[in-house]
């Protein structure tokens, strides 16, 4: 088999790794044991601030305040004690000024809000998806994938947002659904693959480790590539799989067997569910129970909940029930953890 030393090398001589500047691939193995068995477990809220990584591309900032207070003090009235904040093109980066939207947030603002959440008692965490199937926030970088210069902006971006975030824990960097069946319907499509995604993933990585934090990904990937997954990425990495419906029965579907594969493996997770779908109150608190009884609580960092809306008026009742759903799913899980 082939181990990710190997791996390494394989792409150094193909030139992949030469090509990224600064890449320190021993930040990637690693290991940033952040959370021990007596601290609290992480119960996250993820909420948009850009919304450009779907097929619609909005110019001006897509945000409600009143809505976002309203979502931050129901936060603390659920007591969950964090939130991932999609920050994408919804900040005028002083390094890349020229991604921000209409509107977009100063970073001045940004940093009177973060001070405001850390005085709700709330851990607020950075997301930046770097995807090629989520990415429209980096207008043209987007489509500079795997260059000189994309992996200039993405250093940039997230030393700058490091920095912002004082030295945030975690550091999400998305990496969700990069495949053919979801850019499908669009007229450009880019889908890294084999040792090119690779080499991506550990350049974006090692920059956040760089930088003092640990990263964080969405798992998908590991569905269809189990092999190829275990041998290629760090134990150091933050793993949230997630599951948007209820059905955990024998056989499991794949979103499901991959809970299984990561725990398996020896990943720490953190599990993510979601009441996007019409019907689906009881996803997260499915996704509780299973993680509680198939993960080990020493590997098992909590949970997060994704409502997958627009952070708008329209979404409100959306965004607080989902909010108090992760509540509810949390009341669950301290009076039947395991041990």
Partial sequence: METRRDFIKKISAAGIVSSMPSLAFPY???RLTQIENNEPKIWAM???????MWRKYYKDLQFNES??????NKMVESELN???MDLGDAIIYDSHPEIAVNNAWSTSRLKEELKKIRDMGLEPIPKLNFSTGHDAWLKDYGRMVSSKKYYDVCRDLIEE???LFDSPRFFHLGMDEEKEQYQSPENYMIIRLNQVYWGDLYFLISEVFKNGSRPWIWQDYIRTHLEDFARHMPKSVLQSNWYNRSNFVKPYNSSVQAYL???ELGYDQLPGGSNFYEGTDDCFISNV?????HIADERLYGFIQSPWKYTTEENRSHLLRSIELAGEGKKWFEANRKG
Avoid at 46 to 52: C, D, F, K
Avoid at 67 to 72: G, P
Avoid at 289 to 293: A, L, R, S
């Fill in 28 to 30: 990637a193995d690693s």
């Fill in 46 to 52: 993820l909420l948009h601030l850009s919304v450009n």
């Fill in 67 to 72: 809505v976002w207070n309203a979502a931050l």
């Fill in 82 to 84: 964090m939130i991932v």
């Fill in 161 to 163: 947002v490091t920095y």
């Fill in 261 to 263: 594969n990561l725990e």
């Fill in 289 to 293: 129970k299973f993680c509680t009884e």
